[in-house]
């Protein structure tokens, strides 16, 4: 017997037109579909596919038309993802009705016929509405791959144009060519000026404006020559005598971008003067635009040379050398910028003449060799100065390795480049020395942005050690990776179609569960918390040095709250950042229990030393500068971090204690609720010494201290008859038991005066040795044996005088 079971989420009575007026709306959905569904430029897409197929199957090595079919791809390929993973309200409001269908039946069950029905309606109309949605897919992966297989060709291309060898430029012929080539574009550039001045229409505005033009050009040289180093030299003692530490920080800030600003003002000024003095000629048009980019190479160079180097301000330079080290090193960066100046003027003269490839061969191998011989200076010069006269502190984030890795590359890269360029292969030749030279160039900026940051954080936390051996200088160096990873990329040779590919493909991310990792959330989660923990150090800091000092609270105190504060700060930026990144830690929730279980055994030893330091926080059983002793060491607590506590010894050393160990075992502080601690002096005088007269001494030199309280009072014990003194103790109260030696070393001064002035003698131990003498026996020597002499007789040593101060053998008991 067949039975209708109805779900719980219906009600248990419907009406025959309830049935009819979903089915009608359904069916009114599918007639209406093209109307409510997303435009897709299929004819478009088509066409696009169908021109870079073509261009496959044909191994096209047209580079201009691949790279413009690409485009095309890649932009239809970003509406296709679009298309494919939005959905529009129709499709989720069809989806949400067959989910409150629930599941359905598995095989060999069945369901109530309306509820079947319905479900195959609403299966067909989320069929015929996802229409576009399935095309959009297909059409993403079908551009996808085009996208592919046009990146071989052009890969192919490119390699093809790298391993392509022109004429070796070492036969003295081709020298002579290049000579004559060269002489001949002077005359024709000669040839073109005289035709324009011989033009009276083009003569007369060019000369009306030579003189003002020509005047900017030699005000600018004279800026360049004459003020500009006053204005550097004013503001290098600006910054020796600034009064605060925010105050030079700003100062060499504004000091280190004018020495970019003038010089880029200055090569404005150049550049505005040459061009409208220079003639309109046909063989200088390429020459007229590369130089800006010449100029700037020139400016760059030396403004970076200048901020590492340093080579007149020994206190700011980054990389500790000596003075003639720094201007050597100044130089050749500036060189550095001469040889891509001269690279860039090749390139101008290839386009401004028809040089052979012969004569474009010799001007390659001129300027590579020049490069060539900078970078190699360059490295020589870093190899001087790594490992060992490199400053720790400019170099605390480099190791080694890296260092001399660079220095070696700068070296292989001088000779490969060299090599290259003279057996013809001119494009290899560029690849192996431009791109490091510019990579240099790269690293230089990227060391300044991350010291002037590291700068600005020390005057966050006033303390630049701490700025730099924090999670802030790691975060730093991420960032710094982070934004400069592209420039790096295309100074070797990466297109910036293939950037942004990488950038589709890190923006994409992995699915992990209902979560989607991509690169904006990385970056987005690392930011905000970058930003939170920034904002919490500098909370922290003015807590420690602006509102907690002006409170009555003790210095432990402080410390707790500004250590409860900064953990609290964590905390909330973690969430803060998780929630900003749209993570859903939800579907990780049971892994996060099983690895916690694992991590939990592993780890518990460092989770009971964190609770333990949290514990000290909070009940404060110790805190910095209490004088303490635990685990038979005792000295100063200089610091209660997370997961133990240093102490400072009294001999200077650091001791290391778990926090457990505090909070389990047992510690003796003796400075918790005061500073107050009772000392004992003990002193023997010698029998028959007038006993009165010793106790008012010592009473008398415990209250004239002025450590010693006279509450609770002082007071002298006679405690023991010894063997050789008459045993007395002073008990005291001192205001400061952290003084305890130097009191007690006190006392014993101004004791042992008094009592040695007012007759009071105080003894030590003696002992009398009697040496018995008793007749000698004559040796049995066997027969055997030969008679031994005796050894010659040695006279006696001096007899030493006795001591002055020693006291008479009877002011003590011999035994």
């Not at 080579?311 to 050398?321: G, H």
């Not at 994409?508 to 930011?527: C, E, M, P, W, Y």
């Amino acid at each position: 017997m067949h039975h209708n079971v109805i779900p719980s989420g219906f009600p248990a009575k419907r009406s025959a037109t309830s049935h009819v007026l979903p089915l009608t709306i359904m069916f009114l959905l599918m007639c209406c579909q093209v109307a409510w569904a997303q435009p897709v430029p299929r004819q478009s897409w088509e066409n696009t596919a169908k021109q870079a197929e073509q261009l496959i199957s044909q191994h096209s090595h047209d580079t201009s038309r691949l790279e413009e079919v690409r485009s095309q791809l890649a932009e239809q390929r970003d509406q296709a993802y679009k298309l494919a993973t939005y959905k529009d309200v129709e499709v989720r409001a069809l989806e949400a009705q067959l989910k409150a269908l629930g599941a359905p039946p598995a095989d060999g069950e069945s369901e109530p016929e309306v509820i079947a029905t319905r479900r195959a309606s609403l299966d067909q109309a989320l069929a015929v509405a996802s229409g576009p949605i399935y095309y959009a897919e297909g059409a993403y992966e079908r551009a996808n791959l085009l996208i592919g297989e046009i990146d071989t060709l052009l890969r192919e291309s490119i390699v093809k144009q790298l391993i392509s060898q022109s004429p070796t430029p070492l036969l003295p012929s081709r020298w002579l060519l290049a000579a004559r080539e060269f002489l001949d574009y002077n005359r024709q550039t000669a040839t073109q000026f005289a035709s324009f001045l011989s033009d009276r229409d083009t003569r007369r505005p060019w000369l009306a404006s030579l003189p003002l033009f020509s005047a900017l050009i030699l005000a600018t040289a004279a800026f360049l020559a004459k003020l500009q180093p006053l204005v550097y030299q004013r503001m290098e003692k600006m910054v020796e005598k600034a009064q605060s530490k925010i105050q030079a920080l700003l100062l060499s800030l504004m000091s280190s971008l004018l020495k970019i600003l003038f010089p880029a003002l200055g090569t404005f000024g150049f550049i505005t003067g040459f061009q409208a003095i220079s003639p309109e000629l046909a063989s200088i048009q390429a020459f007229n635009t590369a130089l800006p980019a010449i100029l700037l190479y020139i400016v760059i160079s030396d403004w970076l040379g200048l901020l590492l180097f340093r080579p007149l301000t020994r206190a700011q330079r980054i990389i500790a050398v000596p003075d003639a080290i720094a201007r050597k090193g100044k130089r050749t960066c500036l060189m550095l910028g001469g040889f891509l100046c001269l690279i860039s003027l090749v390139g101008a003269l290839k386009k401004d003449y028809p040089f052979s490839t012969e004569s474009i061969a010799v001007f390659t191998l001129l300027a590579i060799t020049c490069g060539s011989l900078v970078l190699w200076r360059l490295a020589t010069l870093l190899s001087q100065t790594a490992p060992e006269e490199i400053d720790r502190e400019a170099t605390s984030t480099a190791s080694q390795g890296v260092v001399t890795t660079l220095i070696l590359l700068m070296k292989i890269s001088s000779i490969l480049s060299v090599l290259f360029v003279a057996v013809g292969y001119d494009s290899l030749a560029r690849l192996a020395i431009i791109p490091m030279v510019m990579s240099m160039g790269l690293l230089a900026f990227a060391i300044l942005v991350y010291y002037g940051l590291i700068n600005l954080l020390s005057h966050i936390f006033a303390d630049r050690e701490e700025a730099k051996q924090g999670l802030l200088s790691v975060f730093l160096v991420i960032i710094i990776v982070l934004a400069l990873a592209p420039l790096l990329a295309l100074t070797w040779g990466a297109r910036p179609t293939d950037i942004a590919e990488v950038w589709r493909l890190l923006s994409d991310g992995i699915a992990i569960g209902d979560t989607r990792l991509s690169l904006n959330v990385v970056i987005t989660l690392f930011t905000v918390l970058f930003v939170g923990i920034l904002l919490t150090r500098w909370l922290q800091y003015v807590l420690r040095h602006s509102v907690l000092p002006k409170t009555k609270t003790d210095i432990g105190a402080q410390t707790a709250l500004v250590t409860g504060f900064g953990y609290v700060g964590y905390t909330l930026s973690a969430i803060i950042a998780v929630s900003a990144a749209g993570l859903n830690l939800a579907s990780l929730a049971v892994v996060a229990g099983a690895l916690s279980v694992g991590i939990g055994f592993g780890l518990q030893t460092i989770v009971s030393n964190f609770v333990s330091g949290i514990i000290l926080l909070i009940e404060r059983p110790i805190k910095e500068g209490d004088w303490i002793e635990v685990s038979g060491y005792s000295g100063f607590v200089k610091k209660i971090a997370v997961r133990s506590t240093r102490i400072e010894t009294f001999d200077l050393h650091d001791v290391v204690i778990p926090n457990s160990d505090l909070i389990a075992g047992t510690v003796k502080n003796m400075t918790l609720r005061s500073f107050h601690g009772r000392l004992i002096v003990s002193i023997g005088v010698a029998y028959g010494s007038d006993l009165n007269l010793v106790k008012t001494i010592m009473q008398q030199a415990a209250e004239e201290h002025p450590m010693v309280l006279s509450y609770p009072e002082p007071n002298v014990l006679f405690v023991e008859m010894g063997d050789s003194a008459l045993l007395f103790e002073l008990r005291c109260y001192i205001r400061d038991v952290r003084q305890m030696f130097v009191v007690r070393s006190d006392l014993l001064f101004t004791l042992y005066g008094t009592l040695t002035d007012r007759g009071v003698s105080i003894p030590f131990p003696q002992r009398d040795v009697h040496i018995i003498s008793h007749p000698a026996s004559p040796p049995q020597t066997s027969p055997h044996e030969p008679l031994q002499q005796d050894p010659p007789k040695q006279d006696p040593p001096p007899r030493q005088p006795p001591e002055q101060d020693q006291p008479p053998s009877d002011q003590a008991d011999p035994e």
